[in-house]
Every structure is written in C-alpha cells, then in structure tokens.
Nanobody
Framework: QVQLVESGGGLVQAGGSLRLSCAAS????????MGWFRQAPGKEREFVAA????????YYADSVKGRFTISRDNAKNTVDLQMNSLKPEDTAVYYC???????????????????WGQGTQVTVSS
C-alpha cells in the first residue's frame, strides 16, 4: 500500500519557521518528481513547490519564492519543505504529492500527481 505521510505542521507566529516532512512508504519515489500543495479554507488547492527526481531542478510559487525551500532524500524516501518568514496568508493544509511519471502536465499542476498525503495543518498567527 502506497502512503505519503506529512508531518511538522503546527501553529507559529508570523515571521517564524516550520519544517514539513513527507515520508513515503509502499514503493520508492526516487524516479518521481515530488510536490507540495496547500489549500486554505474556501480556496482551491494551489501549488507551493516541486522538485525533480534527482533534485536537478526546483520550482516555487511566486508567493513563497525566497522563503520556502524544498529538498529530498531519495535514500530515505522523504521530501521536506523548509518554510521561513511565515505569513498569516500561508495558513493552509499542506499536502505532499508524488507525480505519475510520464503524465504530460506541468509540474505545478496538481493533475500531474498521482499519490497524495492526508495533509498537515499550518497556522500562522499575526
């Protein structure tokens, strides 16, 4: 059974930091791009960051560029999201996702991803 499990969410004050982690089990994702998405109440799920299978390229939404950093460890089957300088508008449920290899969809589009975690809540207070 394939599972993606996020951890590291919580409540933090504006300007603070959190580190999210996503652990995959059931199969290796070492050849898959991995992404982070988020969904705030009443809003659609949106792209946050993605990383290619070999960490050769990373991609960020404009809203998080310069503040968030995505990384992965293929040996551990994990992908992390370091979030600094958090803002109240970063408040959302954050989801980890693994791509469906070969699906011809841009890396920042949720339709590219086949496996999803259950999400972890991040709340940033002002």
């Amino acid at each position: 059974q394939v599972q993606l499990v996020e951890s590291g969410g919580g409540l933090v004050q504006a300007g603070g930091s959190l580190r999210l982690s996503c652990a995959a089990s059931g199969r290796t994702f070492s050849r898959s791009a991995m992404g982070w998405f988020r969904q705030a109440p009443g809003k659609e799920r949106e792209f946050v960051a993605a990383i290619t299978w070999n960490s050769g390229a990373v991609y960020y939404a404009d809203s998080v560029k310069g503040r968030f950093t995505i990384s992965r460890d293929n040996a551990k089957n994990t992908v992390d999201l370091q979030m600094n300088s958090l803002k109240p508008e970063d408040t959302a449920v954050y989801y980890c996702a693994a791509e469906a290899i070969g699906r011809p969809v841009p890396i920042n589009n949720n339709r590219r991803y086949e496996y999803w975690g259950q999400g972890t809540q991040v709340t940033v207070s002002s």
